[in-house]
């Protein structure tokens, strides 16, 4: 270990880099959205989708971003300028959505941590659930205060450095949150009425593809696998160069879509065997599940179980998001750890007040239609992540050449690269092209377009 990676910090292991990156790409990405975005989107369908945009655009870009982070040992900032000073744009723009998302993501890991404490101490009513969850998220004081609980926790975790705190604590929440997953997936399947959950979910029926579905898998991908934004250039940066990237970039996609399809299993066939609808949206995991919950057998330890795994997946996600912003100034700014990692954390606290408050008080301030927490996903999520993304495609396949990074993945020749020519495709001409239009999609202009042209997305 050189000087420089010792003040910023490396992975003890290769294993504890899979858990943490793993543990940052798995969270409420894979357990809220996922299954409600399916839910939503036709089921199978959608599945098959998400799954063709892992493969074609997950492995690769993980992949390219593991590399310019351990290439340069930085993180996204200061990864970019090493490599071309002009570039430090899009590093910026990681680091941003790092913090914006961070904001609103902290205060949804405070609704998780009140639902837990909800169902240590009784559980909620099912008929009531929907009025609870209102009541709840659009309230003034409740909210703020788990919302700071959870970004204190967050705090604690990264204030104990890469291998001391993230690593560490990526390797106790991870297996546990599998094993917890598995218990309520074998719930969820074996309950009377679930097949039909199980059928809407695997099969798929693609008469309900649209653009729009195309677009939503896409986007979900790039969120799922916590890619544009920095955290995997910047968990990468802390790899030991005698490590197999192409491997690595394999097996996190790999945890993460297993994940999400366990996630699947475990909402949707509860949901049909309940008769709820699964179109519910956003509200499936916070007024759906408690009343499926209250209407199963020990629901309420089931919902105990189901809360505290989300809780573990929220959390080892929004550490790397902390740890994004940290590093940045660590790197940067050469300020020490403990004084970064509590500055920025207060800060982007304070961020979340007003994304809490735009569900009660202040959500009638509005900007550009959007109150502030969705402002503040769609700023990070729809307009910048995918700029972010392209950038680094544009960048590794023309900038900084595919056969630096070539050279960085298999550790200068030491390893076969085995999809190398799928990479320089894909990197180079399939992946910006795809990312391109998820970008005009998602900021409005390919809607435009086609509502000029009266087609359907
Ligand atoms: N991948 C996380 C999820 O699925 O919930 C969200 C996320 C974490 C996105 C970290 C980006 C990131 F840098």
Not at 50 to 71: D, S, T
Not at 97 to 119: E, M, P
Not at 404 to 424: D, P, Q
Request: with cysteine.
């Amino acid at each position: 270990m050189n000087s420089q990676s010792n003040q910023r910090g490396q992975w003890a292991s290769n294993i504890g880099f899979i858990l943490a990156a793993a543990g940052s790409a798995v969270g409420l990405g894979n357990i809220w959205k996922f299954p409600y975005l399916a839910g939503a989107n036709g089921g199978g369908a959608f599945v098959v989708l998400y799954l063709l945009m892992i493969v074609v655009i997950g492995f690769v870009i993980m992949l390219g971003e593991m590399a310019i982070g351990r290439k340069t040992q930085l993180s996204a900032v200061g990864a970019y300028k090493k490599l071309n000073e002009k570039w430090a744009f899009a590093g910026i723009i990681g680091v941003i959505v790092g913090f914006c998302i961070l904001s609103f993501y902290s205060v949804i890991g405070g609704w998780v941590l009140n639902y837990i404490g909800k169902y240590v101490t009784g559980g909620i009513v099912g008929s009531e659930a929907g009025a609870y969850f209102g009541s709840f998220i659009s309230s003034t004081t409740a909210p703020i205060v788990w919302h700071f609980i959870f970004m204190a926790m967050c705090c604690i975790i990264v204030l104990k450095g890469v291998s001391g705190g993230i690593e560490k604590a990526s390797k106790v929440m991870m297996p546990a949150l599998f094993i917890l997953l598995i218990g309520v997936v074998i719930r969820s399947v074996t309950l009377d009425g679930a097949m039909e959950g199980i059928k809407f979910f695997l099969k798929p029926d693609f008469s309900k593809v649209t653009i729009s579905t195309v677009m939503a898998a896409m986007g979900q991908a790039f969120f799922s696998l916590s890619l544009g934004m920095g955290a995997i250039i910047t968990y990468g940066s802390y790899l030991g160069k005698e490590e197999n990237l192409e491997k690595n970039a394999l097996i996190i996609p790999a945890i993460d879509t297993g994940v999400a399809m366990l996630a699947g299993l475990a909402v949707l066939p509860a949901v049909f065997a309940f008769g709820f609808e699964p179109t519910a949206g956003p509200s499936l995991m916070f007024i759906t599940l408690p009343s499926v919950f209250d209407a199963m057998p020990f629901g309420q330890f089931f919902g105990i179980l189901f809360f505290v795994l989300i809780l573990f997946a929220a959390l080892t996600s929004a550490i790397s998001l902390l740890e994004v912003v940290v590093s940045f100034v660590i790197d940067i700014f050469k300020i020490e750890r403990k004084k970064a990692t509590i500055g920025l954390a207060t800060i982007i606290f304070l961020v979340g007040i007003p994304c809490s408050l735009a569900n009660g008080p202040m959500s009638d301030f509005l900007i550009m239609g959007y109150n502030f927490f969705d402002f503040m996903s769609f700023l990070a999520e729809n307009v910048l992540m995918p700029l972010a993304a392209l950038s680094m495609c544009i960048f590794i396949g023309y900038v900084w050449g595919v056969d630096n990074a070539i050279e960085e993945i298999t550790s200068g020749g030491r390893y076969k690269f085995v999809f190398k020519k799928f990479f320089i495709l894909m990197i180079r001409y399939v992946a910006p092209v795809l990312i391109f239009f998820i970008w005009l999609n998602a900021i409005g202009v390919l809607p435009a377009i086609a509502k000029v042209f009266g087609i359907q997305l």
